[in-house]
């Protein structure tokens, strides 16, 4: 556990992406929250646990996506509450600025102290986080979390790997029926008029006696012959 001075505390608001205009009022709604301790934690009214020098709300508030472990580092507890407070313009989310508890804390005279841990990178923040999209900055919501994500690809997996199998099992189907004749037996069966007939002979392979050239112009003249003369 790490207690943090008041200019300790404004520091570590810097280090971590908060302007030095916020922050005085940053430190002294940390001493109210917490008293600088970044292992504190306490229940909150909606069942979950506020967590560190902020004391944010985990895992339905300010907090989420984010497990107690990771809230109590104080570099990345700091980088949650300069979002969750809009960069410090917003603190409606902390008890303690909404009854002026902060107050009694404020010392707007105090020179910020450099001796504080460095800035987490952001992929050590990230990596105490399990929401993929989101929270957005002064919400609570996360809109997509890791598992959730590994859920919805598993079942997308598992749905394409069914359709595929349908798909493999129909050809296969198909193919075996075929290979039986009962689908050319059941056409054959099937009364049609003569112009489907025709068609069905061709799709079926019998095209009928096939005729020479020759025996076409045979019969052809022998036609011409038989046609009445013109009176002279």
């Not at 570590?12 to 009022?25: E, F, Q, V």
């Not at 646990?49 to 104080?74: E, I, M």
Request: net charge neutral; glycine share 12%; charged share 15%.
């Amino acid at each position: 556990m790490t207690q943090y001075t008041y200019a300790q505390l404004e520091q570590l608001w810097i280090n971590n992406g908060g302007s030095k205009m916020t922050a005085p009022l940053a430190a002294a709604i940390a001493e109210a929250e917490s008293s600088g301790r970044s292992d504190a934690t306490s229940s909150n009214p909606d069942g979950g646990t506020n967590v560190g020098l902020w004391q944010l709300d985990t895992p339905g508030g300010v907090g989420a996506g984010h497990s107690v472990s990771a809230l109590q580092d104080p570099n990345l507890n700091a980088q949650v509450a300069v979002r969750g407070s809009s960069g410090g313009s917003d603190w409606s989310e902390w008890e303690t600025y909404v009854t002026g508890a902060y107050k009694q804390y404020m010392n707007g005279s105090t020179t910020p102290d450099p001796n504080v841990p460095s800035s987490a990178t952001l992929d050590a923040a990230n990596s105490g986080s399990d929401c993929l999209i989101g929270p957005f900055p002064h919400t609570s919501f996360c809109i997509l979390s890791k598992s959730q994500a590994r859920a919805l690809i598993g079942g997308m997996l598992l749905i394409g790997g069914g359709l595929i199998a349908v798909v493999g099992l129909a050809v296969i189907a198909v193919h075996a029926l075929n290979k039986t004749g009962v689908p050319q037996r059941v056409i054959a069966a099937v009364p049609l008029p003569p112009q489907a007939a025709a068609v069905r002979g061709v799709v079926s392979g019998s095209r009928g006696p096939v005729r020479s050239r020759k025996s076409r112009s045979a019969e052809t003249s022998a036609a011409l012959t038989e046609m009445p003369r013109a009176a002279a």
